[in-house]
């Protein structure tokens, strides 16, 4: 049943038989994270980054029905050029998608699932969906936390969105008993800049000791899922106290324009793009990059964690 509705591409169905590292990509990043033709151009910076650190790449997404993991070219160019008009796909969306036959570019929640059932264990995408700022009032929590507490698949990131509430992200983190590891580093990354005020649970300096903390926990039958969180270089990174001003008024413009929900991250980052004259942007892509080659290299090791 699982193969009539999710079609791997014959080089990832490959690469999994043989337990080569395969590297799980989200679709909406290409959708509604970057303006076209930059997504585009990004989605394949990203496919050759992790090619040439020894894993092959998988965009998951969802077009007319069919859940494609491992799209190539002429998809991902669909994707990026119709974003406007393709909805987001998180966990509640998948089924009606599918039975309606309709495009969906899958956020990290759904990415992380659909990884999970093809049997990919990392994941690489840009930033965590988190808990919103005035969540208190709103309760709006991204569905990305839920799924990293019930699904076994890692996730690579440059740490949550810098435009949620950190400090309630990782508290909600630790409610669903997400371990979260900063790769060289204790502090959390806050996606534009390498530092916050929070911290992660473990610092660990070597993607092999990542690949083994992950594959313990999958032994040890712990079904939840792990956040791994790289910083981004410090030579492209937005100091918090430059960033942060940004932040606050482009979430000011949302509330007054009554922007909520699943369509505030992207109308909010649009925001911060205008104000930073596009250098939110820029290292944006450059982290989603780095992020890419840390994932490769940690799912190579995790291969090799397999193969023991």
Known sequence: MLNKHIKLSSEVAAALDANKPVVALESTITAHGMPYPQNVETAMTVDKIIRENGAIPAVIGIIKGEIIVGMNREQIEYIGKNGASIGKASRR?????????????TTCAATSLIASMAGIDVFCTGGLGGVHRGAEHSFDISADLDEL????????????????????????????????????????????????SCEVDYRMDSEREIA??????????????????????KEYEIPACEINPAIESAVEQAERAGIRGKE?????????????????????????????????????????????
Not at 213 to 233: A, N, R, S
């Open 93 to 105: 969306d998948i089924a009606a998608m599918v039975a309606g036959k309709l495009d969906g570019a």
């Open 149 to 196: 507490g019930m699904t076994q698949t890692m996730i690579v990131c440059a740490g949550a969105k810098a435009i949620l509430d950190l400090p309630k992200t990782m508290e909600y983190l630790e409610t669903k008993g997400v371990t979260t590891i900063g790769f060289k580093t204790k502090c959390l990354p806050a996606f534009f800049s390498s530092e916050s």
């Open 212 to 233: 083994e903390t992950f594959h313990m926990q999958k032994e040890l039958g712990i079904k939840t899922g792990m956040l791994v969180c790289v910083p981004v270089q």
């Open 264 to 308: 505030s991250t992207p109308y909010i980052l649009a925001k911060v793009k205008d104000i930073t004259n596009g250098r939110s942007l820029d290292t944006n892509i450059r982290l989603v990059c780095n992020n890419a080659k840390t994932a490769a290299r940690i799912a190579k090791e995790l291969c090799k964690c397999n193969e023991r």
